[in-house]
Protein backbone atom coordinates (compact mmCIF):
# COMPACT_ATOMS: atom_id res chain seq x y z
CA UNK A 1 0.00 0.00 0.00
CA UNK A 2 3.40 2.65 1.39
CA UNK A 3 4.11 2.04 -2.20
CA UNK A 4 1.41 2.63 -4.21
CA UNK A 5 1.09 5.96 -2.27
CA UNK A 6 4.29 6.47 -3.05
CA UNK A 7 4.01 5.79 -7.06
CA UNK A 8 0.93 7.94 -7.23
CA UNK A 9 2.45 10.52 -4.43
CA UNK A 10 1.85 13.44 -7.18
CA UNK A 11 -1.15 12.45 -8.79
CA UNK A 12 -3.02 12.65 -4.83
CA UNK A 13 -0.91 15.65 -3.99
CA UNK A 14 -3.03 17.20 -7.37
CA UNK A 15 -6.19 15.82 -6.72
CA UNK A 16 -6.28 17.28 -2.99
CA UNK A 17 -4.74 20.81 -3.69
CA UNK A 18 -7.22 20.95 -5.98
CA UNK A 19 -10.24 19.97 -3.78
CA UNK A 20 -8.87 22.19 -0.51
CA UNK A 21 -8.45 25.22 -3.09
CA UNK A 22 -11.82 24.45 -4.52
CA UNK A 23 -14.15 24.58 -1.75
CA UNK A 24 -11.96 27.37 -0.24
CA UNK A 25 -12.85 29.31 -3.02
CA UNK A 26 -16.19 28.39 -3.15
CA UNK A 27 -17.10 28.57 0.27
CA UNK A 28 -15.54 32.29 0.26
CA UNK A 29 -17.73 33.41 -2.85
CA UNK A 30 -20.94 31.27 -1.24
CA UNK A 31 -20.17 33.80 1.64
CA UNK A 32 -19.92 36.65 -0.64
CA UNK A 33 -23.18 36.13 -1.94
CA UNK A 34 -24.92 35.44 0.94
CA UNK A 35 -23.92 38.99 2.51
CA UNK A 36 -24.80 39.98 -0.68
CA UNK A 37 -28.25 42.10 0.03
CA UNK A 38 -28.72 43.52 -3.26
CA UNK A 39 -29.16 47.36 -2.21
CA UNK A 40 -27.04 48.78 -3.60
CA UNK A 41 -25.78 46.31 -6.81
CA UNK A 42 -28.54 44.14 -7.91
CA UNK A 43 -28.40 41.12 -7.40
CA UNK A 44 -25.16 41.19 -6.15
CA UNK A 45 -21.44 43.73 -7.30
CA UNK A 46 -19.97 41.39 -9.77
CA UNK A 47 -23.54 40.10 -11.81
CA UNK A 48 -24.43 43.78 -11.45
CA UNK A 49 -20.90 44.54 -13.09
CA UNK A 50 -20.82 42.15 -16.10
CA UNK A 51 -24.62 43.01 -16.74
CA UNK A 52 -23.42 46.85 -17.15
CA UNK A 53 -19.96 46.14 -18.99
CA UNK A 54 -22.41 44.05 -21.52
CA UNK A 55 -24.59 46.87 -22.17
CA UNK A 56 -21.82 49.20 -22.64
CA UNK A 57 -19.98 46.90 -25.04
CA UNK A 58 -23.46 46.50 -27.14
CA UNK A 59 -23.73 49.99 -26.91
CA UNK A 60 -20.59 50.73 -28.47
CA UNK A 61 -21.35 47.97 -31.25
CA UNK A 62 -24.68 49.98 -31.92
CA UNK A 63 -27.46 48.41 -30.10
CA UNK A 64 -29.84 50.31 -27.93
CA UNK A 65 -29.24 48.17 -25.07
CA UNK A 66 -31.16 48.58 -21.55
CA UNK A 67 -30.26 46.41 -17.96
CA UNK A 68 -33.39 46.33 -15.44
CA UNK A 69 -33.48 44.38 -12.21
CA UNK A 70 -35.97 41.56 -13.05
CA UNK A 71 -38.99 42.21 -11.16
CA UNK A 72 -39.42 38.28 -10.39
CA UNK A 73 -35.67 36.95 -9.96
CA UNK A 74 -32.32 37.67 -8.61
CA UNK A 75 -31.13 38.51 -12.18
CA UNK A 76 -30.61 42.12 -14.53
CA UNK A 77 -32.96 41.99 -17.59
CA UNK A 78 -30.90 42.82 -20.94
CA UNK A 79 -33.29 44.07 -23.23
CA UNK A 80 -32.01 45.11 -27.13
CA UNK A 81 -33.72 47.21 -29.42
CA UNK A 82 -36.73 47.31 -26.99
CA UNK A 83 -36.70 43.58 -26.88
CA UNK A 84 -36.38 41.70 -23.87
CA UNK A 85 -33.33 38.95 -24.90
CA UNK A 86 -32.02 37.25 -22.10
CA UNK A 87 -31.78 38.04 -18.06
CA UNK A 88 -27.67 37.93 -16.69
CA UNK A 89 -27.47 35.57 -13.53
CA UNK A 90 -25.20 35.16 -11.26
CA UNK A 91 -23.91 32.37 -13.19
CA UNK A 92 -23.20 34.53 -15.74
CA UNK A 93 -20.47 36.66 -14.05
CA UNK A 94 -17.38 33.90 -14.57
CA UNK A 95 -16.56 33.77 -10.69
CA UNK A 96 -17.34 30.18 -10.70
CA UNK A 97 -15.25 29.31 -13.48
CA UNK A 98 -12.49 31.28 -12.35
CA UNK A 99 -12.29 29.49 -9.36
CA UNK A 100 -12.21 26.32 -11.47
CA UNK A 101 -9.63 27.70 -13.15
CA UNK A 102 -7.47 29.08 -10.23
CA UNK A 103 -7.98 25.53 -8.60
CA UNK A 104 -6.47 24.10 -11.73
CA UNK A 105 -2.95 26.17 -11.47
CA UNK A 106 -2.58 26.10 -8.35
CA UNK A 107 -2.60 22.10 -7.85
CA UNK A 108 0.09 22.63 -11.10
CA UNK A 109 1.97 25.71 -9.58
CA UNK A 110 5.15 26.38 -11.23
CA UNK A 111 7.12 29.42 -9.13
CA UNK A 112 4.95 31.78 -6.60
CA UNK A 113 5.84 34.51 -8.85
CA UNK A 114 4.82 32.89 -12.19
CA UNK A 115 1.89 31.25 -10.52
CA UNK A 116 0.90 34.16 -9.03
CA UNK A 117 0.91 36.20 -12.77
CA UNK A 118 -0.67 33.63 -14.78
CA UNK A 119 -3.47 33.42 -11.73
CA UNK A 120 -3.98 36.84 -12.28
CA UNK A 121 -3.74 37.49 -16.11
CA UNK A 122 -5.48 34.41 -16.52
CA UNK A 123 -8.25 35.34 -14.42
CA UNK A 124 -8.71 38.17 -16.54
CA UNK A 125 -8.55 36.56 -19.89
CA UNK A 126 -11.42 34.00 -18.48
CA UNK A 127 -13.52 36.86 -17.07
CA UNK A 128 -13.07 39.30 -20.26
CA UNK A 129 -14.05 36.05 -22.48
CA UNK A 130 -16.88 35.80 -20.80
CA UNK A 131 -17.89 38.95 -21.18
CA UNK A 132 -17.49 38.63 -25.26
CA UNK A 133 -19.55 35.66 -24.83
CA UNK A 134 -22.06 37.34 -23.15
CA UNK A 135 -22.14 39.72 -26.21
CA UNK A 136 -21.84 37.72 -28.81
CA UNK A 137 -24.81 35.47 -27.05
CA UNK A 138 -26.70 38.28 -26.42
CA UNK A 139 -26.53 39.03 -30.21
CA UNK A 140 -27.51 35.71 -31.52
CA UNK A 141 -30.24 35.36 -29.38
CA UNK A 142 -31.52 39.06 -30.68
CA UNK A 143 -31.14 37.93 -33.59
CA UNK A 144 -31.64 34.40 -33.73
CA UNK A 145 -33.83 33.38 -31.18
CA UNK A 146 -34.98 30.55 -33.00
CA UNK A 147 -31.50 28.81 -32.13
CA UNK A 148 -31.26 30.09 -28.30
CA UNK A 149 -31.02 26.55 -26.83
CA UNK A 150 -28.56 25.72 -29.05
CA UNK A 151 -26.33 28.83 -28.62
CA UNK A 152 -26.87 28.95 -24.84
CA UNK A 153 -26.42 25.39 -23.38
CA UNK A 154 -23.96 24.31 -27.01
CA UNK A 155 -22.12 26.92 -28.17
CA UNK A 156 -21.66 29.61 -25.35
CA UNK A 157 -20.43 27.10 -22.64
CA UNK A 158 -18.24 25.20 -25.31
CA UNK A 159 -16.23 29.14 -25.83
CA UNK A 160 -16.01 29.89 -21.71
CA UNK A 161 -14.71 26.21 -20.85
CA UNK A 162 -12.60 25.87 -24.18
CA UNK A 163 -10.86 28.95 -22.93
CA UNK A 164 -10.07 27.38 -19.80
CA UNK A 165 -8.58 24.46 -20.95
CA UNK A 166 -6.44 26.28 -23.43
CA UNK A 167 -4.91 28.08 -20.57
CA UNK A 168 -4.71 25.01 -18.40
CA UNK A 169 -2.70 23.46 -21.13
CA UNK A 170 -0.62 26.38 -21.71
CA UNK A 171 0.33 26.68 -18.10
CA UNK A 172 0.80 22.85 -17.61
CA UNK A 173 3.41 22.44 -20.93
CA UNK A 174 5.29 25.71 -20.20
CA UNK A 175 5.26 27.02 -16.24
CA UNK A 176 4.07 24.45 -13.89
CA UNK A 177 6.47 22.53 -12.32
CA UNK A 178 5.29 18.81 -14.10
CA UNK A 179 7.27 20.48 -17.18
CA UNK A 180 9.83 21.32 -15.03
CA UNK A 181 10.21 18.22 -13.19
CA UNK A 182 9.79 16.28 -16.57
CA UNK A 183 12.63 18.66 -18.10
CA UNK A 184 15.12 17.53 -15.11
CA UNK A 185 14.29 13.95 -16.53
CA UNK A 186 12.69 12.85 -13.37
Not at 36 to 41: A, R
Not at 74 to 91: F, K, P, T, W
Request: proline share 3%; hydrophobic share 50%; aromatic share 18%.
Amino acid sequence: MKALLVKYKSVLQFILTFLIVYFVLSFSYKLYLDFSDGSNYYPDYLTYQVAKQTDMLLSVLGYETETLPHPNEASVQLIINDHYVARIIEGCNSVSVIVLFISFIVAFSGTPKTTMAYLFVGSLIVYFVNLLRIVILSIGLYRYPEHSGFLHSVIFPAIIYGMVFLLWMFWVNLFSNIKNHNKAGH
